[in-house]
C-alpha cells in the first residue's frame, strides 16, 4: 500500500510539473506594455523620421515579447498570434537595414508590415481583448481601423470556403474589387471543364451566388493548374446584377457554355481551348472576351 501511495504521489508530481504555470496572460500584457512604450517613445518623435527612429520604435515592443514555446501557452491559437507578431516585427527590423525612410522601396515593406502588424492585433484583441490604457485606446484603434482589408478577406474566404469542391483557395481585396482564386489538379476532359456544370462555369457560379449579396464593383474569378491559369471570369458590378441564378440552376449542363456569355470579360487557356472540338468553341465563340479593367488584366489574365 505504501508503494502504490508512493507511486501515486511522484505521478501527480510529475502532472503538476507538466502542467506548470502558462503564460497566456502574461504574453497578452506583454504585447500591451510594448505598444505602450511605443506609442510614448513615438508621441515625441517628429512628423518626419528616419529609419533609425523606426527600428528603435520596434524594438520597445521587442523587448517586451518573450520568445516563448508552444508548450508554454495553454492556448495554441494564442500562441500562433503572439509568435507571429513578434516574427512579423523581427522581420521588419531586418529589412529596414541600409533603407532610407522616404524610398519607395522601404515604403511599401512598411505599409505592408503595418497592416500585417493591425490584422494581428486586431486577432489578438477581438479574440482575447488587450489592455490597453485609456491614453492610448484612440491610437489603438486608428492601427485596428488599418486592418479592414485584411480582415474582409478573411470573412470572404470563410464565406467562399464553404463551397467543399474549391481547393487552395486564395481570396484578394483592392478597394472595391475582390478576386478569387483556387486550383484544379485534373479534369475528365476539356470540353467537361470548359463547357459542363461539371467544370468551371458551375464553380464560378457558385461563387458568385456569394459575392452577390455583398457589393464589390469588381468580381474576379480565377481557376489554375500547376500555377498557370486554366480559366477565369470577370463581372463587374452591373453585369452580376443581371445574373438570373434561379434561370441557371434550371440550366442543361450542356448549355452551360451560356455563362461565358454573362461575363463581362474571360480567358480560357490556349492549351485547354485548342484541344476543344470545333462545336464547342462556336458555342463558346472565342478563348478570350476582353476589357480593359486593369484589376481584371492583372489577375485574370496574369496569375501572380
Known sequence: ???KLGALLALCLVILLGCGKKVDDEALQRIATGLENRWEYADKL??????EELEKAVQLELDELEDYEVDDFKD???YVLYDNYRRDLKLIKTLMLGKRADSLAFQEEWKEHMEKRAKTLYDLNNDYTLDISNENKKVFEEILAKSGRLVEMDV????VSEIKSLTDLKVEIEENSIAVTYDIESVLSNKSFVA???????QAMDILKILNDYDFDDNVIVTT???VIAASAY???NALGKVDFGKWDKLDSVDAHKFYDMTKAYHIRLGIWEELDAETQKLIGDMNKRDSNTFWDDRGLVYQ
Open 156 to 159: 470572404m474566404k470563410k464565406a
Open 235 to 237: 463581372f463587374d458590378k
Open 46 to 51: 517628429p512628423n518626419e523620421v528616419t529609419t
Open 76 to 78: 495554441v491559437h494564442l
Open 196 to 202: 459542363s456544370k461539371t467544370g468551371f462555369p458551375s
Open 1 to 3: 500500500m505504501k508503494f
Open 225 to 227: 493548374n500547376n500555377g
